[in-house]
């Protein structure tokens, strides 16, 4: 059975860092994409960010562009989303997702797994 989990939520002040980590455990992600969503309070779940597992290719939304950085280490099975230069409207809960054949995608229901979510909170 597939598990993702998150870490390295927490409480940042704005422009400060995170970085975020995904453990993929039950399968190894040689293939496939490795997501990054969020869903702040009464809002949809939003995409954030996209990597690709063999060939590393990325994809980011546009609030994010050139502040976060999505990578991948395969040896570890894991993810990453480092977060920089932090606003008070990247506070959500971020959830990290894969999906295990196809390229980067923006619709959630396109992955097959998803993490708990972890939370990001940014104070003013």
């Known amino acids: 059975q597939v598990q993702l989990v998150e870490s390295g939520g927490g409480l940042v002040q704005a422009g400060g860092s995170l970085r975020l980590s995904c453990a993929a455990s039950g399968r190894t992600f040689s293939s496939g994409v490795m997501g990054w969503f969020r869903q702040a309070p009464g809002k949809e779940r939003e995409f954030v960010a996209a990597?690709?597992?063999?060939?590393?290719?990325?994809y980011y939304a546009d609030s994010v562009k050139g502040r976060f950085t999505i990578s991948r280490d395969n040896a570890k099975n894991t993810g990453y989303l480092q977060a920089n230069s932090l606003k008070p409207e990247d506070t959500a809960v971020y959830y990290c997702?894969?999906?295990?054949?196809?390229?980067?995608?923006?619709?959630?229901?396109?992955?097959?797994?998803w993490g708990q979510g972890t939370q990001v909170t940014v104070s003013s």
């Open positions: 990597i690709n597992w063999s060939g590393g290719r990325t």
């Open positions: 997702a894969a999906r295990t054949w196809g390229s980067t995608s923006t619709r959630a229901y396109e992955y097959d797994y």
